[in-house]
């Protein structure tokens, strides 16, 4: 099933509840929350307060994307502010797997990102265990980068190994994802569309999460709201 995840870090932050609505209200499934610590990765971004104040105003999914350092630390403050999805960086934590199985004790979906310098072979141990395996197509921190194409071959690869294992995780896909690369995404085998600036910089908000639906349609069977 393909779901779209806007990612609120482009998002006005002024209207950040009005900006979710729309979208939301379009179609959208995830709701995409990228939290920065400027360690892990040079940028601050929003942290377990917003997470709790935006939670009462929205009923999308949340996929709350932990680039921090030590990520362990906070699970459980996050778990409890509301996000759904809790997805932190192989490159971040020194045990994949206790941590994992703490989200799950938790009652939340475990998800594991990879930068895209990391071999998704890393991810092979963990899979059978993850709700979803994230692969950036930009190296993390800031949002409007250009899309990194070595994303596709490695989408590729994970998507095959997943096919051979049988699992169902998602696949997700972050970074510099917009119209001009979605198709190429799709046909990489990504369930999970991220896209930022793509859809909350539009004129239309709205329409551009019904454009990105369209495209989506045209390649799978879209997950029912």
Do not use: W
């Amino acid at each position: 099933m393909l779901k779209l995840a806007p990612s609120i870090l482009a998002a006005n932050f002024g209207c950040l509840a009005e900006d979710m609505a729309i979208v939301e209200a379009a179609g959208a499934h995830y709701a995409h929350i990228d939290v920065m610590d400027g360690h892990f990765v040079p940028n601050l971004s929003l942290g377990v307060p917003v997470v709790q104040s935006i939670r009462k105003q929205s009923g999308l999914i949340f996929d709350v994307h932990l680039m921090i350092s030590e990520p362990e630390k906070y699970v459980e403050a996050f778990a409890v502010a509301g996000a759904d999805i809790i997805n932190f960086h192989i490159e971040a934590t020194k045990d994949p797997a206790a941590l994992i199985r703490r989200i799950h004790e938790l009652g939340k979906r475990p998800a594991m990102t990879l930068k895209d310098a990391t071999p998704v072979e890393a991810v092979f141990p963990f899979a059978a265990d993850l709700d979803m395996i994230l692969l950036m197509s930009v190296e993390p921190g800031f949002g409007g980068q250009k899309f990194m194409t070595s994303a596709l071959r490695r989408a590729k690869d994970l998507r095959a190994f997943l096919l051979r294992e049988g699992l169902q995780t998602e696949l997700e896909m972050d970074g510099g994802i917009d119209l001009s690369n979605v198709d190429a995404v799709l046909d990489a085998g990504v369930d999970v569309l991220v896209a930022g600036s793509a859809i909350f910089n539009a004129a239309n908000k709205a329409d551009a999460v019904r454009v990105f639906l369209r495209h989506m349609q045209a390649k799978g069977e879209v997950s029912a709201l």
